[in-house]
């Protein structure tokens, strides 16, 4: 069993940036891929980013690229989402996903692929 813990979340104004964290407890966390995702009211759950185990591979929604990075310091347990250029769309729950390593990236993308979740912490940005 992994338990993940995000925090990080608040209340930004356009322009601004956020750090988001998701620690991680329970089994070795560096042998999980990590995802975020986020959902806004009335929508899907949809993909954000993700970092494989070793934190050699990143990948992201194009709606946050270039603006939003991944990262990961396993011997820290934790893995982050620096958000800048936040805009008023990126107004959302964000929740970090976990499952055990993989090759198969193609399944990094799909929230019904992952084992664990996390709470979940709320990211509000004001125009």
């Known amino acids: 069993q992994v338990q993940l813990v995000e925090s990080g979340g608040g209340l930004v104004q356009a322009g601004g940036s956020l750090r988001l964290s998701c620690a991680a407890s329970g089994r070795t966390f560096t042998n999980y891929v990590v995802a975020w995702f986020r959902q806004a009211p009335g929508k899907e759950r949809e993909f954000v980013a993700a970092?494989?185990?070793?934190?050699?591979?990143?990948y992201y929604a194009d709606s946050v690229k270039g603006r939003f990075t991944i990262s990961r310091d396993n011997a820290k347990n934790t893995v982050y989402l620096e958000m800048n250029s936040l805009k008023p769309e990126d107004t959302a729950v964000y929740y970090c996903?976990?499952?055990?390593?993989?090759?198969?990236?193609?399944?990094?993308?799909?929230?019904?692929?992952?084992?664990?979740w996390g709470q979940g912490t709320q990211v509000t940005v004001s125009s």
């Open positions: 996903a976990a499952r055990p390593r993989s090759p198969f990236s193609f399944y990094y993308t799909q929230d019904h692929w992952y084992d664990y």
């Open positions: 970092i494989t185990s070793s934190g050699d591979n990143t």
